[in-house]
Every structure is written in structure tokens, then in C-alpha cells.
């Protein structure tokens, strides 16, 4: 069996992509049993061994909101970091902030939505007064020396809404890189988005400058959109190793692209990601294991071991 792609390098590409690994907290923060703490402390190490520069670890939601997450302060405590590692962490309002600061978070990562229904079912805001809970936090975050990311959820449709309008996806993202955000990601929160649609959504925005790609696999597309954005110049792409990871406000929400996945593609091309493939499928089906289910990444079905067959209550410490 093929471990390895064989490597083709193929014009118009970067020749080096960033993969912002969301597994620890994107991917984890779905999943209906709480995982350990000392198990994602073992993620977010075993992921830094395999390469991964940026790792986002979790995030200072409230508890009653995502109880996967309740434990991000003692995950924060114990986990090891390693020296060039950024560990980036997401906040959701200035309380959240003040738990950051308090942790030594050196990175931040806030929110946002680009439709009224989901601003209101996640964030309790209109899409107008959103900015109303970013702007303190950007503001005293970048005061504090912090780096801040954004996100934007529902870029390219929304469950309640339908079709997202480019342009008002440009204005919420050109609202936050205007606050002082060093990079927008473009989130297909719900996976609809098609490889032309992310083209024109690129170009609207004035091209790949402070932008990143985050996509669902729900219909199949996120590679090729993917392919699509480092096409228009991104080389910063959002992936969850395993593939695990959803949105608990929006059900149609399935998994994120599978960093092995994505690694596989990439390292075909000949796109260095830094990233060790064999690593990250160890890893993928050692947490597969102790969530109790199979991967969902393509890439791991073909080259880990059947996760299915060990179970989270029969896992040998």
C-alpha cells in the first residue's frame, strides 16, 4: 500500500501552506462525552510532534454553552508547550479575555457571524451589534501585545437563511480585519460552498491577503475548494486532525476537513506543510479509540488501523 503520495508539483500553487489545526478545540468541542483533560493535553502534544506550528487548543466559552470546554483552564495549566508552537485560544466575549490573560494566552481567535439568524443563535446579537462585544476585545487584546484572528461562520450559506450574499459576507470581514484582526477566516460553517463560489468570495474581498479558508465536508467539497482558494493565492487553511469537529448551533454542521486529508492533497502537489502524515494518522486513530468511533478521514480509513474494533472502555492505558 501507497503510504505516501507520489508528488507532482503542479503550477499556480504556494509553495508552502500553513494548516491551522482546530482539532483540539473545533473538533472536540461537538462530541456528546466529555473527553479528558489529559487526553487532549496528549492531543495537542502528540499533534505538535507531527509538525503542526499552530494548534488551537480550546477555547473560554462559557460551560453552560459547550461543556466539552469547561476544563480549558486546567488544560491550559498542564499541557506542555512546545518552543515555536502557537497556541492560539478562542474567546467569545471580554470575559473570556480576562480568563486568557489570566492563562498567558499569547493568541486569540473571536467569532463572528455573516448572518443575522446564526448572530443571534450563537452570539445572542444581531449582526450589527456583534461588533459591539468584538471591538472591547480586540481592542484591549491588541493592548495587551495579542495576536487576534476571526472568524466568520456562514460564509457561503446558512441553515435558516439559505444563500449568504457575498457582499455581506465582505462587510462583516472588512469590519474585523478594520478592528485590527491580523487574519479573516472564511468559514463554510455548513458545507455548501463550491469551488467557484469561493473564488469569487476571495476576489471580493481584494484577494488573499490576511485570509484563510475554513471548510466542512458535508457535500463533498471542502478539498476542492480548498485546491480553489490556494489557486487564488490563500496559504492558510483551517483543518481537524481525524476530520472530528461540527458546530453545536447548526446541526447540518458535519465534520471539518481532515488534516490528513488535506496533507495527503498538498504533499501530492508538492505543497510542503511541515507535517508529518504518518504521525497524524497514529494520532487520528489513537483518538479514534478513545472516542469510540472510526475516523471519518478518508486518509486514516486507508492507512490506520480499524479504530472501530477497540472501543474507549477496552483502550489499554
Not at 24 to 39: F, K, S, T, Y
Not at 155 to 172: K, L, M, R
Not at 256 to 275: C, F, K, P, Y
Amino acid at each position: 500500500m501507497m503510504r505516501e503520495p507520489q508528488r507532482v508539483r503542479a503550477a499556480g500553487l504556494p509553495e508552502r501552506v500553513t494548516i491551522y489545526e482546530v482539532g483540539p478545540r473545533d473538533g472536540l468541542q461537538n462530541e456528546a462525552a466529555v473527553v479528558p483533560v489529559e487526553v487532549k493535553a496528549e492531543f495537542v502534544a502528540r499533534l505538535a510532534a507531527a509538525g503542526h506550528r499552530v494548534i488551537e487548543a480550546t477555547s473560554f466559552v462559557h460551560p453552560k454553552w459547550v461543556p466539552q470546554l469547561a476544563d480549558a483552564a486546567e488544560l491550559l495549566t498542564s499541557m506542555e508547550r512546545v518552543p515555536g508552537v502557537r497556541y492560539p485560544v478562542l474567546v467569545p466575549n471580554e470575559r473570556g479575555l480576562d480568563r486568557a490573560l489570566e492563562h498567558g494566552v499569547e493568541e486569540i481567535a473571536i467569532f463572528a457571524s455573516a448572518t443575522e439568524t446564526f448572530a443571534n443563535r450563537n452570539l445572542n446579537r444581531t449582526l450589527e451589534s456583534q461588533f459591539e462585544m468584538f471591538e472591547p476585545v480586540v481592542a484591549r487584546a491588541l493592548a495587551h501585545g495579542l495576536k487576534v484572528r476571526a472568524y466568520v461562520s456562514m460564509c457561503f450559506g446558512d441553515p435558516w437563511e439559505g444563500p449568504t450574499p457575498v457582499a455581506q459576507v465582505v462587510s462583516v470581514g472588512r469590519r474585523l480585519l478594520d478592528l485590527g484582526c491580523f487574519e479573516l477566516s472564511l468559514g463554510d460553517t455548513i458545507g455548501v460552498g463550491t469551488p467557484g463560489h469561493v473564488a469569487a468570495l476571495v476576489e471580493a474581498l481584494g484577494g488573499p491577503s490576511r485570509l484563510a479558508v475554513h471548510f466542512h465536508d458535508t457535500y463533498g467539497q471542502a478539498l476542492a475548494n480548498t485546491l480553489t482558494a490556494l489557486r487564488a493565492g490563500v496559504t492558510v487553511v483551517d483543518a481537524s486532525t481525524g476530520g472530528i469537529g461540527g458546530c453545536p448551533y447548526a446541526e447540518s454542521a458535519t465534520g471539518n476537513l481532515a488534516t490528513e486529508d488535506l496533507v495527503w492533497m498538498l504533499h501530492g502537489l508538492g505543497v510542503e506543510t511541515g507535517l508529518d502524515l504518518s504521525s497524524l494518522v497514529e494520532t487520528s486513530t489513537w483518538l479514534a479509540a478513545r472516542l469510540g468511533r472510526p475516523s471519518p478521514s478518508r486518509v486514516v480509513q486507508a492507512l490506520g488501523e480499524n479504530p472501530s474494533r477497540t472501543t474507549a472502555e477496552n483502550v489499554e492505558e
